[in-house]
Antibody, heavy 118, light 108 residues
């Protein structure tokens, strides 16, 4: 079955960097685009970034463009989110999700928590 | 940027029908997905491409999309349906994915 496991979250000071990872299994990873979605405490879902199946195309929400970078390693079945110049408002649970063939985010991990605090 | 507007909350008695709306400019021209999120859990897709249910989602769940509003309808509501529900579309003009603000469905 499809499994997505995020890691790399933690407490970080404003202005610092953090890299999140998402390990995928149970499907042909190189055939699917992948997303990062975040959820601030007590708030709704916010799409963050997308990367195409071969990594040649990426897209970012305005709130993170220029600070975050998504990448993937199809040989390791992993997708990454490099987060730079972190701000208090980046505090959230970060989910990775698979871009389904049916237009949906069809599988989700359980998330990794990022807390930006001095 | 494209905006999806949902009511913050919907309350419904067990066995009755819950309707969750999702308003967006000409949303009828887009493909709408709906996600259910229970406390402490990751979201799960309950409807895709406006009206299609993934396997394992009860037939009690249905969707529609026309004009400026999409809806998720849950008939014969059960206590286990209590959750936050989010609509989502792809904004092709910016190649961004957009979520609505979410609706908390409370079963009385």
């Amino acid at each position: 079955q499809v499994q997505l496991v995020e890691s790399g979250g933690g407490v970080v000071q404003p202005g610092r960097s953090l890299r999140l990872s998402c390990a995928a299994s149970g499907f042909t990873f190189s055939s699917y685009g992948m997303h990062w979605v975040r959820q601030a405490p007590g708030k709704g879902l916010e799409w963050v970034s997308f990367i195409s199946d071969d990594g040649s195309y990426t897209s970012y929400a305005d709130s993170v463009k220029g600070r975050f970078a998504i990448s993937r390693d199809n040989s390791k079945n992993k997708v990454y989110l490099q987060m730079n110049d972190l701000r208090h408002e980046d505090t959230a649970l970060y989910f990775c999700a698979r871009d389904g063939e049916d237009d949906s985010f069809d599988s989700w991990g359980q998330g990794t928590l990022v807390t930006v605090s001095s | 940027s494209y905006v999806l507007t949902q009511p913050p909350s919907v309350s419904v008695a067990p066995g009755k029908t819950a309707i969750v709306s999702c308003d967006g400019n000409n949303i009828g021209s887009k493909s709408v997905q709906w996600y259910q999120q229970k406390p402490g859990q990751a979201p799960v897709v309950v409807m895709y491409s406006d009206t299609d249910r993934p396997s394992g989602i009860p037939e009690r769940f249905s969707g529609s999309n026309s004009g400026n509003m999409a809806t998720l309808t849950i008939i014969r509501v059960e206590a286990g349906d209590e959750a936050d529900y989010y609509c989502q579309v792809w904004d092709s003009s910016r190649d961004h994915w957009v979520f609505g603000g979410g609706t908390k469905v409370t079963v009385l």
